[in-house]
């Protein structure tokens, strides 16, 4: 049995963005009873209204600083359906492959989703939209999305992993049916952050900046979800923290540079500790402030707030300093042990080389973390020398 439907969407929110996302497999359930299995073919067309200025980019969704902002889909957008039947889940309906198409300038798709499960008769059928279509995870009867601690940058804009939209539950008295039409009003879950850093050296390759919300602030970690009513609940129950770290791609810094990040809604309190840390292939631009006012991170919301003035610091060269000092000290030391100048001799030059080699890996380092492991293997194999040559008496 083949039916087709229509569901006009409309997105109000302030920011978006995400590319293609996996496919998730259609749930069913079987309650023991007979019940049809249909099969449904149908569209829906998805537009989306932004009341306010939000940033430009250059994936699903363009959210441009202005007064006129628009939405800009791109046809690897996919979405999932949840139907529930007198509250509960029937089946989880999702786009066909190849089956977003575009218009209006992509300001807005046409979905074919394809449709399966049971076919129960009911008194209330509940259907919520999910954006994008692998957003949701199901555990029992628990369902959960997270804003991920760790968010990839495109082109300096939204991290494609970490927009989050739920449409508002529709709920009717019959069950989706040829020629039907219905309305979802979409709604994106968390904060946009506008974050503005002045004073980052121009050119300088930049490959993450975290940001370190006030001490008990979670900002980012998995929510609970209750899909009939579309509340959020027990948000960062799970995986719960107060840093989010944007993975850059080393983009070259302009010295007035801006980043967009989704995190989870809250207050940050004035005269709260906040903290951002800005590495590029040779140094860590760090600042730490005191809140000189109270930030409120509405839901669905839009928050700009920035640094500048930051400290920088080089790291590559305070790393080779470090092994450069112990290797002093060590060979210092081995030179007034009582041994053979051959121990000395071969003990210093096997001192030397492991700088040698550490000088060469923390240059070709990318990251402060790769550079530190460099640093403190090196330091550790230094006295690994020292300590073959000690005299035991």
Same mark, same amino acid.
């Given at each position: 049995m083949k039916r087709s439907f229509g569901i006009l969407a409309s997105a109000i929110a302030t920011v978006v963005m995400l590319g293609a996302c996996q496919k998730e497999q259609v749930n069913s359930q079987d309650n023991g009873s007979e019940q049809k299995v249909t099969e449904l073919f149908g569209t829906f067309t998805v537009k989306a209204d932004y009341t306010e200025p939000v940033a430009e980019a250059s994936t699903k969704t363009a959210l441009v600083d202005g007064d006129n902002p628009y939405v800009k889909w791109l046809p690897t957008d996919k979405i999932n359906m949840w139907e529930f039947v007198d509250g509960t889940e029937n089946a989880c309906f999702q786009t066909a492959q190849d089956g977003t198409h575009? @218009?209006?300038?992509? /300001? @807005?798709? %046409?979905?074919?989703? !394809?449709?399966?499960?049971?076919?129960?008769?009911? @008194?209330?059928?509940?259907? !919520?939209?999910?954006?994008?279509?692998?957003?949701?995870? /199901?555990?029992?009867?628990?369902y959960s999305f997270e804003i991920p601690a760790t968010q990839t940058l495109v082109d300096g804009n939204f991290a494609a992993n970490a927009d989050i939209l739920i449409g508002k539950p529709v709920v009717q008295n019959t069950r989706i049916s040829g020629g039907s039409s219905v309305s979802v009003q979409f709604k994106r879950t968390g904060t946009a952050v506008k974050l503005t850093l002045k004073g980052i050296t121009a050119g300088d390759l930049i490959s993450s900046v975290k940001i370190t919300a006030?001490?008990?602030?979670?900002?980012?970690?998995?929510?609970?979800?209750?899909? %009939?009513?579309?509340?959020?609940?027990?948000?960062?129950?799970?995986?719960? !923290?107060?840093?989010? %770290?944007?993975?850059?791609?080393?983009?070259?810094?302009?010295?007035?540079?801006?980043?967009?990040?989704?995190?989870?809604?809250?207050?940050?309190?004035?005269? @709260?500790?906040?903290?951002?840390?800005?590495?590029?292939?040779?140094?860590?631009?760090? &600042?730490?402030?005191?809140?000189? &006012?109270?930030?409120?991170?509405?839901?669905?919301?839009? %928050?700009?707030?920035?640094?500048?003035?930051?400290? &920088?610091?080089?790291? /590559?060269?305070?790393?080779?300093?470090?092994?450069?000092?112990?290797?002093?000290?060590?060979?210092?030391?081995?030179?007034?042990?009582?041994?053979?100048?051959?121990?000395?001799? /071969?003990?210093?030059?096997?001192?030397d080389n492991a700088v040698y080699i550490a000088k060469e890996e923390i240059n070709n380092s990318t990251t402060i973390a790769e550079v530190n492991t460099v640093r403190d293997n090196t330091i550790a194999k230094i006295k690994t020398e020292v300590e073959k040559i000690r005299p035991t008496s």
């Open positions: 575009l @218009s209006d300038g992509d /300001k @807005s798709a %046409t979905f074919d989703i !394809t449709l399966g499960g049971t076919d129960p008769e009911g @008194s209330t059928y509940c259907y !919520t939209a999910i954006y994008p279509e692998s957003a949701l995870t /199901k555990n029992g009867e628990i006030p001490e008990g602030q979670k900002i980012a970690g998995r929510c609970k979800i209750d899909l %009939t009513t579309g509340e959020v609940s027990d948000k960062a129950y799970e995986n719960g !923290t107060n840093e989010i %770290t944007l993975n850059c791609g080393n983009i070259a810094a302009t010295g007035d540079d801006v980043f967009y990040f989704r995190c989870l809604d809250g207050t940050w309190a004035s005269g @709260s500790i906040v903290s951002i840390e800005v590495e590029t292939g040779v140094a860590l631009y760090t &600042k730490t402030v005191s809140l000189p &006012k109270e930030y409120v991170f509405a839901d669905g919301g839009l %928050t700009k707030f920035g640094f500048q003035g930051m400290t &920088k610091k080089y790291y /590559k060269a305070e790393a080779i300093a470090d092994v450069d000092k112990v290797a002093y000290d060590a060979k210092s030391e081995i030179d007034g042990f009582v041994v053979s100048d051959q121990d000395k001799d /071969k003990a210093k030059g096997e001192i």
